[in-house]
């Protein structure tokens, strides 16, 4: 006797009366409502705008910070200041993070007053992050910092715990 495997089918079947059709017709699908431009930019004019941009802030970059392959940015690209100027000012908004705020905890758990003091210093240092919206590029340079430096002196006291060195 051979042995066959019996697999259960992977998807059910479901059969429709003669009354309904299985599927809807387009009419059911989508609904045609016709706007009226005049009316509808008259409307649009009148409310107030009320986005960044019209400050001509530049407001910050959708996705996640350096998860470029994810949807993300990456912030030496989305920045586009040339080598020299983003490196010195990221180790001078470092600097900034180590004054002003705790260099123990992420981003998200610092103190307000601590943040805020962080970004008043850090657009009296850096005038150019006054031309972004919240300046984003010192919120993600101190995000960045603080994430590696936690991690690195987690790291670095679990090595020692372990007797690593």
């Known amino acids: 006797m051979d042995y066959q495997p019996y697999f259960p089918p992977i998807t059910l079947r479901k059969v429709f009366g003669k ?13 045609r ?3 009226d431009f005049e009316s509808e930019h ?9 986005t ?7 407001p910050p970059p959708r996705g996640s910070l350096s998860k470029p392959n ?11 200041w040339g080598d020299d100027t983003y490196d010195s000012i990221q180790k001078g908004l470092h600097l900034v993070c180590e004054k002003h705020l705790d260099m123990n905890s992420p981003y998200h758990l610092q103190q307000s007053e601590s943040l805020s003091a ?13 031309r972004y919206q919240d ?7 101190a995000k960045m910092y603080l994430k590696n430096k936690v991690g690195s002196d987690k ?7 372990t007797g690593g060195d």
């Open 42 to 50: 008259l409307i649009q004019s009148e409310l107030p705008v009320k």
């Open 135 to 141: 300046s984003w590029p010192a919120r993600d340079f």
């Open 118 to 130: 962080f970004f008043e210093a850090a657009r009296e240092q850096f005038p150019i992050l006054s």
């Open 19 to 31: 009354e309904r059709s299985p599927s809807p017709s387009s009419s059911e699908i989508t609904a």
């Open 52 to 58: 960044e941009c019209s400050n001509n802030l530049i």
């Open 33 to 35: 409502k016709v706007f």
């Open 70 to 80: 994810s949807g993300g940015y990456a912030l030496r690209e989305v920045l586009a």
């Open 155 to 161: 790291a670095k006291t679990r090595s020692k715990t």
